[in-house]
């Protein structure tokens, strides 16, 4: 099994990728020398990571009877001084609204989708410290990221 | 230096990432629950690939005067059979047309964004094969993709 996806140069910077039937835009801003038609590629491989790990944790949470009232993700990549550029860490900060009777479900969800179903994450992992923490809320409840990633600055760890 | 992308969940299976600026759209097909309101999340890293190297490679051919007359990128990435789902290789088809005495420039600008320049290349390579081969008026003048891999039947290496 494989997935495909096409990219067709438009001019200057822009690229158009067919993936899974939609078209997504690529460029590059103005100071790189495109017209900031559409996101720069890397960043996108943050979305990819917020997608598959938000779709788990919203099945998960669907499938339990326990969809959260709001559901975001802010996801974080630390990125090298010196080319290629590349993400040296990553972190995903999860942040529910619900009810309390929730928040256990929620943090379960999050821990399922990390430690087994998300390949992006399982992927990135590999090569780079994936860390995350949830906020459930405005409280922060879990994160297992330490003061040097992109985490609050007294990180604590279960604390719910 | 950070990246930062952040995702809402809409509802069902939707995220809107909102990337550099932009809104990117991510949604499952109907089969996993979704409406298939826009691209599923992993194939994003294959279409961050295809934006990273085709951006070097559209910005080295412009800096050389010797721009494409067309030029799109297949981004192939085999998947593994159990979960999580991840990427087991990846190949890159490179696609132009242009005139005759502009294919080396083309090969070259190719094999710099692979060797040098490309982050997103250079992270996945540190946890999966990425091949890549180029085909320049429609005659494939080069491949390092072995048979088992996503590429031609009959594989050449720089038998331009």
Redesign the interface.
């Known amino acids: 099994?494989?997935?495909?996806?096409?990219?067709?140069?438009i001019g200057?910077?822009e690229?158009h990728?067919a993936?899974?039937?939609?078209t997504?835009?690529?460029d590059?801003?103005e100071r790189a020398?495109?017209d900031?038609r559409?996101?720069?590629?890397?960043?996108?491989?943050?979305?990819?990571?917020?997608?598959?790990t938000?779709?788990d944790v919203?099945?998960l949470l669907?499938k339990a009877g326990k969809p959260?009232d709001?559901?975001?993700?802010?996801?974080?990549?630390?990125?090298?001084?010196r080319?290629?550029?590349?993400?040296e860490a990553v972190h995903v900060e999860y942040d529910f609204t619900g009810s309390e009777a929730d928040r256990e479900a929620a943090l379960e969800a999050v821990t399922r989708s990390q430690e087994?179903?998300?390949?992006?994450?399982?992927?990135l992992k590999?090569?780079l410290p994936v860390t995350w923490s949830v906020v459930y809320n405005g409280r922060t409840i879990f994160t297992n990221a330490t003061v040097s990633a992109?985490a609050p600055a007294d990180p604590v760890s279960r604390a719910a």
Request: net charge positive; with cysteine; proline share 8%.
């Open positions: 099994m494989r997935h495909e996806i096409e990219a067709q140069w200057g910077m690229f990728a993936v899974s039937g939609h997504v835009v690529m590059a801003p020398g495109g900031d559409g996101p720069i590629p890397k960043p996108l491989m943050l979305a990819a990571l917020a997608g598959c938000g779709m919203a099945a669907r959260a709001t559901f975001s993700l802010k996801v974080t990549g630390e990125i090298s001084a080319p290629p550029i590349v993400y087994q179903y998300c390949g992006v994450s399982h992927m590999r090569i992109a």
